[in-house]
């Protein structure tokens, strides 16, 4: 094992500017965007980034992501894959000695076939850039998560993101067509764009939600959709949060959902839509007379009255403000409060009582300022439910730890799923077995190791 | 929520919090893929460098000040402004630094250029009857984005072209007439043109009238090189790979410039680039 030998391997494959093993060039690499490495570095910023990587290694091509692990296998060197460094979880974090293997400079995007809408980009192509490239063609992935401003795309595909138009476009691994990812020891597998397939289970799944445990994907075949022709932006108020998942629940079964739709808890509805009380915002997208057609279905199975926003409205303000978290973590500084959100799904029958453990169990925790709920992506069997709480960052280290854990112990034993789409990374990997039972988190343990026996990726904290 | 001008350490701390909202709009960072010019790893690793960590402040010279993450940023923090009081900090008192012009040849009135690069010897016959000076400010401007004052020295009476707009204006004030290189090439009544196939630079630092002329000179290429603040002396191979991106959107076209930082690092990337003072005297990248 020598990392001397891996880091001079690695400048005569990648030339040697992409190569940095400088304190400045590495200390952006010791955190992500989990919050708990945040709020630690902005306590003791000297501490937090003493901890960065001992090198960082930035491929230029396919090929060369290849033979780095390539290398990594030989001279024993662990890899931390890191595509943005958007999550929340602390996925792309590296551990002291490891390398991390930066996908930035694979950004290209490029039709692979325009007739099919499938857009070839590279993992480290910058979602924004990406969409942007599609909208000025007349298309679109539809793709928007809180972090489109920040994401590249091997991350999303990585974690299994999802975005706001989740519930009508469906999460990222239904826009991945194909992709090519770096295995230790196999090469480059390429698994080509294909609308569908039953070749065995499908390779592009495998990797996608990997979070860079399995192989590095290096390039992604997506399916792009022609922009839509009209857009109603919709809100209306349900009588409670109860009544407004069972809203969701008949409109998500009768594929009569809006394709942007939040449900907010009276908790969260005036923070995020500036109304008091448990609100609902929407917006129906596609041809005109359909999207209306829609909307007036969906509004016979509503209860209140359902307002079509012509100017502004809870609705449009939110699309206005959706990626301005800078403000709100801004004024939350200054007060002295930090927050984090914690995502986790349901099937129907037992969402509400997944809302109600959640809630309760965070403000269990003392030092817990507030809680805050909504719903923002359904299904006909379910729903995702995201919950943001804020507390005294004086109390990081007690009140943080506390809540996730006490949070996941309820989801799970109210009937609800761990993670809906920001995964795994550090902080869920003690709750692994809650979600996939013992049986479980073995199978996905030896599928670590078969496909990476040494663990450069990542080492093996399955 | 009140504006972070004048609070530097506030305004570092904000941005320290942020995912990195504005992170693809800074040229250096989306041209050389440094993950520690990214914005708001940039802010983090100040506030540590101003902790006393080691080996980081040189970090701080990947700010070229071109502005794009506040204008980008919702709250328009002023995240240059913050990394210009904590490299003052850094460096710790503060100096003065005198520039003077030096004389190259010729004879008139005398004729000032501000730049980075020594105007060659047939720049004098390019602007007979003129006295021919040349201000070199490679060192002012890395002095001056480390804390320091910078004082020129002119001789009395003299027209001064700029060609470095991260010089400090405030130390040209009362020297002479100040005027950039596409004002200057009218007012001596030179008769230029844009050589064939080329672009026009509107740099990200062009005030807004300059702009506006150099947009009436031909076919614009409007984009911060990435290329000029510290990060062109400090470090001069990422200000290259900077200003890669702009050279691929130039397309093998030669770049005319108003600004010297970018021609260098446009042609260290392997663009084909010069000043507008350059095209006189023959330069065609």
Known sequence: MSLESFVEEARRIVGPRWVLVETWSLAGYAIDYWPLLVYRALRDPRGALSRGPAAAVLPGSEEEVAALLEAAQRFGVRLAVYAGGSGVLGGAVPDEGWVVLDVARLDWVDWFDEEAGIVDAGAGAPLAEVEGWLNRRGWTLRHYPQSLPEARIGGLVATRSTGQYSTGYGGIEERVKGLHAAVPGVGLVRVKPSPRRSVLPPLEQLFTGSEGLLGVITRVYLEALPLPECELRVHWRPGSFREALGEARSLAQRRLAPDLYRIYDEQEAPVALGVEGPAAIGVYEGPCRVARARLEAAAELISSRVEVEEGEGPASRWLRERFNVIASIARLLEIGLAFDTIEFSAPWGSAARVYEAARSAALSVEGVAYVGVHASHFYPSGVALYMTFAFDAGRLEEVYGAVWDRVMRAVSSAGGSISHHHGIGRMRLPYLKLELGEEGARLVARIKRALDPQGILRGFPL | ?285
């Open chain 2, 1 to 285: 929520m009140e504006s972070t001008a004048g609070d530097p350490e506030r305004a570092l701390r904000i941005c320290a919090a942020c995912p990195g909202i504005c992170q693809y709009s800074c040229p250096v960072y989306r041209g050389s893929n440094l993950r520690s010019a990214a914005p708001h790893v940039l802010a983090r690793i100040a506030l540590a460098a101003l902790q006393g960590s080691p080996g980081l402040g040189e970090a701080l010279n990947l700010c070229v000040h071109c502005g794009e993450c506040v204008r980008a940023c919702p709250i328009h923090n002023d995240l240059p402004g913050a990394l210009m009081a904590a490299r003052a900090r850094l460096a710790g008192e503060a100096g003065v630094v005198r520039v003077e012009a030096r004389p190259l040849g010729g004879s008139g009135e005398p004729l000032v250029v501000a730049s980075p690069i020594e105007p060659p010897g047939r720049a004098i016959d390019a602007l007979s009857g003129w006295r021919l000076y040349w201000l070199p400010t490679r060192e002012a401007v890395r002095a001056y984005w480390w804390g320091s004052r910078v004082e020129a020295q002119a001789p009395e009476g003299s027209t001064i072209i700029v060609e470095d707009l991260d010089f400090p204006r405030e130390a040209l004030e009362g020297l002479g007439r100040i005027l950039y290189s596409p004002e200057a090439l009218d007012a001596l009544g030179l008769q230029w043109r844009p050589p064939g196939d080329s672009l026009i630079h509107v740099p990200c630092k062009a005030p807004e009238e300059l702009r506006s002329r150099l947009r009436g000179l031909g076919e614009a290429l409007e984009a911060c090189s990435g290329a000029g603040g510290p990060l062109g002396l400090g470090m001069p191979e990422y200000a290259a790979q900077a200003a890669s991106r702009l050279a691929r959107e130039a397309g093998g076209r030669l770049v005319v410039t108003p600004c010297a930082w970018a021609a260098l690092a446009l042609r260290a990337s392997g663009a084909r680039a010069c000043t507008f003072l350059e095209t006189l005297w023959g330069c065609r990248g």
